[in-house]
């Protein structure tokens, strides 16, 4: 007599209704998650991309104006200075050797670079053309141009 007790409960319309419903507001609510983090980490990626593109603009319009590297202490005191968007950069040249940085504490991963590697970069061999960008202590290059 139990075993009927028991089939019958999963046959019960209450009971079946229950778990499609409950089926289909796991499904709904996993999509919105999937499509939520996907949302998010392309917003996340574009505001990174446009802060590391200032911060690239900025020390394009400092290297023109000073090209003998004098620009790197003021900018090193610029970003000292700042509370939000603390950035750390390494400038590299063309045969891949830090020229500049702005921390010899922040942990650079090495820059593996192929014969050519820096073709279509501009300038030969020795001319400065790498800017390597970085969040905070703790984050992983986030560009290099």
């Known amino acids: 007599m139990s075993w ?16 499609w ?27 990174a991309d446009a802060v590391l ?18 620009w790197i202490e003021r900018f090193r005191t610029e970003l000292a200075g700042r509370t939000r968007l603390r950035i750390h950069f390494r400038l590299l040249d063309g045969r891949a050797e830090e020229v500049a940085s702005s921390s010899s504490k922040f942990p650079w991963s090495p820059v593996p670079l192929e014969p050519d590697a820096w073709k279509g970069c501009g300038g030969p061999p020795g001319k400065v053309i790498g800017v390597e960008g970085a969040s905070a202590p703790g984050g992983d290059p986030a560009a290099q141009r």
């Open 4 to 19: 009927s007790r028991r089939l019958s409960f999963w046959h019960r319309t209450e009971v079946r209704l229950t778990l």
């Open 53 to 70: 593109m200032d911060e690239a603009q900025e020390i394009q319009a400092l290297i023109l104006e000073a090209p003998d590297l004098s």
């Open 21 to 47: 419903y409950a089926g289909a507001l796991l499904a709904v609510l996993g999509l919105a998650c999937v499509f939520l983090g996907y949302r998010l980490h392309r917003h996340m990626m574009k505001q």
